[in-house]
T-cell receptor, first 113, second 114 residues
Framework: QKEVEQDPGPLSVPEGAIVSLNCTYS??????FMWYRQYSRKGPELLMY????GNKEDGRFTAQVDKSSKYISLFIRDSQPSDSATYLCAMSRGNTGGFKTIFGAGTRLFVKA | EPEVTQTPSHQVTQMGQEVILRCVPISNHLYFYWYRQILGQKVEFLVS????????KSEIFDDQFSVERPDGSNFTLKIRSTKLEDSAMYFCASSGLAGQETQYFGPGTRLLVL
């Protein structure tokens, strides 16, 4: 079983739609959960992170973590064409020397004007 | 806003040659990382570096790879005797003491081994 599973899509939605992106994971040692956005041929850009179960909201983005189910989600409200990108879930566990981050495969999102 | 920078943006090399990829992390960060992304595949952890030593490495990071922080600002990844399968995008990332888990990524170096 892969440590992190993410549907690669693509996911195509009309402008203004609510987008739901999801990942599952298998390793209970993960402590931190992140969502990154990656545009073509660019580096991942951190969108949100959380370390506890529950919801965290930032503008149009809501990150949700359910540790009991090992399931994380990212919701995008009022989606815009500029949101078109690949969204990467990521999880990390730390030690004194830093955090090893494991990424999902990424979901390609297309928001149509 | 401070950012991680990487040079060169593109590197083409012949199989068997050595390459050095350079990164300038965010200035007050203490933890440094290298990741790679083969075209069409996911981002993969290579190595983390803290306090002038490797703190963790993946199975990908074998004896062909090495990292160094030669001065107070640069962080390098050296690949000895490059192979065709080393062709990928290499990302440097850094994080600070207060938010170790929030890693900020550079724009990447695209390495092509011929």
């Amino acid at each position: 079983q892969k440590e992190v599973e993410q549907d690669p899509g693509p996911l195509s939605v009309p402008e203004g739609a609510i987008v739901s992106l999801n990942c599952t994971y298998s390793n209970s040692a993960f402590q931190y959960f992140m969502w990154y956005r990656q545009y073509s041929r660019k580096g991942p850009e951190l969108l949100m992170y959380t370390y506890s179960s529950g919801n965290k909201e930032d503008g149009r983005f809501t990150a949700q973590v359910d540790k009991s189910s090992k399931y994380i989600s990212l919701f995008i409200r009022d989606s815009q064409p500029s949101d078109s990108a690949t969204y990467l879930c990521a999880m990390s566990r730390g030690n004194t020397g830093g955090f090893k981050t494991i990424f999902g495969a990424g979901t390609r999102l297309f928001v149509k004007a | 806003e401070p950012e991680v920078t990487q040079t060169p943006s593109h590197q083409v090399t012949q199989m068997g040659q050595e390459v050095i990829l350079r990164c300038v992390p965010i200035s007050n960060h203490l933890y440094f990382y290298w990741y790679r992304q083969i075209l069409g595949q996911k981002v993969e952890f290579l190595v983390s570096f803290y306090n002038n030593e490797i703190s963790e490495k993946s199975e990908i990071f074998d004896d062909q790879f090495s990292v160094e922080r030669p001065d107070g600002s640069n962080f390098t990844l050296k690949i000895r005797s490059t192979k065709l399968e080393d062709s990928a995008m290499y990302f440097c990332a850094s994080s600070g003491l207060a938010g170790q888990e929030t890693q900020y990524f550079g724009p990447g170096t695209r390495l092509l081994v011929l």
